[in-house]
């Protein structure tokens, strides 16, 4: 900080700043900022770092998370200190209700447009960065759904191999007191699925949404099914068919590029979704649950990950949605319930992994930040921005219990309502 004279107010650009918006806020900073001319106002600990002057335009032409995310993915803004650390106490005064949340009266645009000029931050809006998705058509149409899953899946098959561990699982592990790392939880999560679903040699599996075949190869490898695998991705349809000419399992599993709304004419031992439902959206998921029922054997049992919201807060927020995963709807888990029974299903299980997915996304963030180079070499400066901020937030909103992700197991009963399902849990 730059001193004052006694008695004068201090006019430094960092508090000017810091004064607007705790009063927008109505309660102190909770992090610092400094900002480009080197001055620092608020308390010990993380600072938001405002880079240029351009920091500030993107805050002003998008009030809110969208701003910050634009500022931070395009390098305008950074964070000094524990990136994780600062998250947490922005959604600490988010739970105590003393952050009231950026809502922009005349009175305060015209104190900001103000403040603007005297910094010198007044200008055209910039261009939010290339990596925000920009979508068009009718939503949820399957033209859409291709687009909006193109833009987070077929971002990089190098990237995600350099993220992920060997299984290729992009969904979260399960971890166990014996559990030696991510490739250790993940296997014993696929096992776990596999055992759930009552796997035996011989048997038909369909994986809806298969991801990078994480699924597949290990189902056909260690329980010998005959698997089909669904996605609309054509980067993972290439990487799966790869993945199985490596495994020696092209005579055993099958890969499709097709969307869920174009399965017909097909009846399997079990059925698989695991962390796919999150992007069929609230209006087609009767769709989706009664397509998974269909294409079920009277007593097959389907097995459901997925990711879920409390009732009050349903879908990502602005960040998530523009760059990560748009038009996904995470909904409560009572609600998915209530689809899936509808869909005929009866539920047998349902086991709240939620805990599980911060040591899982915590994996991932380490991984990004041992081989940040290599990440940018291959999605760019922005596009590992993006990632850094997509997991360090996401971990927290795990921690913090404002997402959960659940395994629904359910059966197809059979005429008689019958569910071939043993007495007991056969996977604990």
């Not at 260690?222 to 990487?239: F, K, L, M, P």
């Not at 005929?344 to 996304?361: K, M, N």
């Amino acid at each position: 900080m730059h001193a004052e004279s006694p008695g004068m107010p201090n006019t430094t650009t960092a508090t000017r700043l810091a004064a607007f918006v705790e009063r927008l806020l109505g309660t102190p900073l909770p992090v610092a900022v400094r900002t480009w001319d080197g001055d620092r106002a608020g308390p010990a600990g993380p600072a938001v770092v405002l880079k240029n002057r351009r920091a500030l335009r993107w805050l002003l032409y998008s009030p809110g998370e969208l701003g910050l995310a634009r500022a931070y993915v395009s390098g305008d803004l950074d964070v000094e200190g524990d990136l994780t650390e600062g998250f947490r106490r922005i959604w600490a005064l988010t739970r105590s209700g003393e952050l009231r949340g950026v809502r922009l009266s005349a009175r305060d645009r015209a104190e900001a447009a103000g403040l603007a000029v005297r910094m010198g931050v007044l200008g055209p809006p910039p261009k939010p960065p290339v990596e925000e998705a920009r979508l068009g058509g009718a939503l949820h149409s399957l033209r859409r759904d291709k687009s909006a899953i193109s833009h987070h899946y077929d971002l990089s098959n190098s990237f995600y191999q350099l993220l992920l561990d060997e299984t290729m699982a992009y969904s979260s592990g399960y971890w166990t007191a014996d559990s030696a790392g991510l490739p250790q939880a993940q296997h014993d999560k696929l096992e776990m699925i596999c055992t759930k679903l009552g796997l035996r040699p011989g048997m038909r599996l369909l994986d809806v949404g298969c991801g990078w075949g994480s699924l597949l190869v290990h189902a056909a490898k260690h329980h010998g099914v005959q698997a089909v695998g669904v996605t609309i991705s054509a980067e993972q349809v290439q990487h799966i068919r790869t993945r199985l000419a490596q495994h020696d399992l092209g005579d055993r599993v099958t890969v499709r590029r097709q969307d869920y709304r174009e399965l017909t004419g097909e009846r399997f031992d079990a059925v698989a979704s695991i962390e796919m439902g999150e992007h069929v959206g609230e209006e087609n998921y009767p769709t989706y649950a009664g397509t998974l029922f269909g294409m079920l054997k009277p007593t097959g049992r389907l097995l459901l990950q997925q990711m879920s919201r409390g009732a009050v807060a349903p879908g990502g927020g602005a960040f998530i949605e523009r760059y990560i995963a748009p038009d996904m709807t995470m909904r409560p888990l009572s609600r998915t319930l209530a689809h899936v029974e509808t869909a005929g299903f009866e539920i047998r299980d349902v086991h709240a992994l939620r805990e599980h997915y911060v040591p899982t996304v915590r994996a991932w963030a380490d991984t990004l930040e041992r081989h940040w180079d290599e990440a940018v070499a291959l999605i760019g400066e922005t596009g590992a921005r993006v990632w850094r901020l997509y997991l360090v937030g996401g971990a927290l909103a795990f921690e913090e219990n404002r997402m959960g992700v659940d395994q629904i197991l359910a059966v197809r009963p059979s005429v008689d309502g019958g569910s071939g399902m043993p007495a007991t849990r056969e996977w604990m």
